[in-house]
């Protein structure tokens, strides 16, 4: 079946710094991805969607400066959190969608801000 | 605005007994309706998924029943295991809304052995 995986699993940085994550479709190609941030024993938001050659489109109240979008092909979307502080702590996780109403969830990325 | 809403927030079962996790939704253009499962510290995973024009699927121990003028839909795991101990969460996708996902705000299931 159809894979989506996330690099890295778990990173752990300081405060002020940026890290990015990234999200790739492994054997198809997904014109669309999707980020979501999950806090711990809470639901899925959806904080933007990316689609391939443009620009993200973000939620209402998700910073697109603080969370850089790039979706340069169509197989990777990278998630930059940029000037991180422990509240951007949190578990991201992706989904590229395949086509039609198939879509596949990443294993998502274990933020932690000290 | 909680577009999608899920209870209970956690239900606990015996083995081999049925949990049903029920949702409701407002936006009437909402035209997919899947169920996913996630484990701790993993992504979540496609169960079943249902359209409106259909009132019951069902695949394996796992069915949705779904009730379009009520706007409800709920998952039913027949034959409960240990190993169906995890989050649950039904949402809600538009397609003329971008594909976009709304999730509910998710069941803990946990099934005693």
């Known amino acids: 079946g159809a894979v989506v995986s996330q690099h890295p699993s778990w990173v752990i940085c300081k405060s002020g710094t940026s890290v990015k994550i990234e999200c790739r479709s492994l054997?198809?190609?997904?014109?669309?991805m999707f980020w979501y941030r999950q806090f711990p024993k809470q639901s899925l938001m959806l904080m933007a969607t990316?689609?391939?050659?443009?620009?993200?489109?973000?939620e209402q109240g998700v910073e697109k400066d603080k969370f850089l979008i790039n979706h340069a092909s169509l197989t990777l979307s990278t998630l930059t959190v940029t000037s991180a502080h422990p509240e951007d702590s949190s578990f991201y996780i992706c989904?590229?969608?395949?086509?039609?109403?198939?879509?596949?969830f990443g294993p998502g990325t274990r933020l932690t801000v000290l | 605005q909680q577009q999608v809403k899920q209870s209970p927030q956690s239900l606990i079962v015996q083995k081999g007994g049925i949990s049903i996790i029920n949702c409701a939704y407002e936006?009437?253009?909402?035209?997919?309706f899947p169920w996913y499962q996630q484990f701790p510290g993993k992504g979540p995973a496609l169960l079943i998924a249902i359209r409106p024009d259909v009132s019951e699927k069902k695949e394996g121990r796992f069915t949705i029943s779904f009730n379009k003028s009520a706007k409800q839909f709920s998952l039913h795991i027949m034959d409960s295991q240990p190993g169906d101990s995890a989050t649950y969460f039904c949402a809600a996708r538009q397609r003329t809304g971008g594909f976009k996902t709304i999730f509910g705000a998710g069941t803990r299931l946990f099934v005693k052995a």
């Open positions: 989904s590229a969608r395949l086509g039609g109403d198939t879509q596949y």
């Open positions: 936006n009437t253009a909402f035209d997919y």
């Open positions: 990316s689609n391939e050659g443009s620009k993200a489109t973000y």
């Open positions: 054997d198809f190609q997904a014109t669309t």
